[in-house]
Nanobody, 121 residues
Framework: QVQLVESGGGLVQPGGSLRLSCAAS????????MGWYRQAPGKERELVAS???????NYPDSVKGRFTISRDNAKNTVYLQMNSLKPEDTAVYYC???????????????WGQGTQVTVSS
């Protein structure tokens, strides 16, 4: 059984910061790319940030310069540092990871349960 558990969401004022964490646990052989997605009410889920196993990052223009993704491979954890938050960043944030549960096994997508981020005064 493999799972991703997110933490760190909450309510923050515009211009504030939050740090999300996502820890993978269970029978993990290896982890490939990891990422964060978000989904606002009435909108489709969208990529917020991604990071490869080698540390290459990718961001959409909407968060570039404000959000930073990082990972600690020893802890099987990915982080999302969010600065200069705006009301339009309000959404449920989901962690995603491509993981193998055995040697030479397939890379499968796993999702966390989601954590709410609300940016409001």
């Amino acid at each position: 059984q493999v799972q991703l558990v997110e933490s760190g969401g909450g309510l923050v004022q515009p211009g504030g910061s939050l740090r999300l964490s996502c820890a993978a646990s269970g029978s993990i052989f290896s982890i490939g790319a990891m990422g964060w997605y978000r989904q606002a009410p009435g909108k489709e889920r969208e990529l917020v940030a991604s990071i490869t196993s080698g540390g290459t990052t990718n961001y959409p223009d909407s968060v570039k310069g404000r959000f930073t993704i990082s990972r600690d491979n020893a802890k099987n954890t990915v982080y999302l540092q969010m600065n200069s938050l705006k009301p339009e960043d309000t959404a449920v944030y989901y962690c995603n990871a491509a993981m193998r549960t055995r040697n030479w096994g397939p890379l499968s997508d796993y999702w966390g349960q989601g954590t709410q981020v609300t940016v409001s005064s």
